[in-house]
């Protein structure tokens, strides 16, 4: 078990955030009581945001495609709208309006 001067890392695994953290950790080993540590802290959390709001512009956009073509089943409406709420809370200046059913 970690020490209570151990650092802590919060993402691990192989999505984006571990793999950059991953890279970076004997460095920042070294150098975490330094301006640096926490400029990269700081810059972990803006790419998180922005790996955040990618992923969730990804499952809208397929799921809005679908629904243009025609190929759903269900209430699919309702999910891009839940959707586009979620866009818009990660993201204020994201808008959207759906149009009827094509």
Do not use: C
């Not at 970076?24 to 640096?36: F, I, K, N, Q, S």
Request: net charge positive; charged share 30%; no cysteine.
């Amino acid at each position: 078990m970690a020490g209570s001067s151990d650092p802590v890392f919060l993402f691990t695994g192989e999505d984006a955030m571990g793999n950059y953290a991953g890279k970076h950790r004997a460095y920042y080993l070294r150098h975490m009581h330094t301006v640096d540590f926490w400029q990269f802290l700081k810059d972990l959390a803006a790419f998180e945001k922005e790996y955040q709001i990618r992923k969730k512009q990804d499952e809208f956009l397929d799921l809005y495609s679908q629904y243009l073509k025609g190929r759903h089943e269900g209430d699919v409406a309702t999910k891009i709208k839940k959707l586009a709420t979620e866009l818009h809370r990660l993201d204020p200046a994201f808008t959207f309006k759906l149009r009827q059913s094509p």
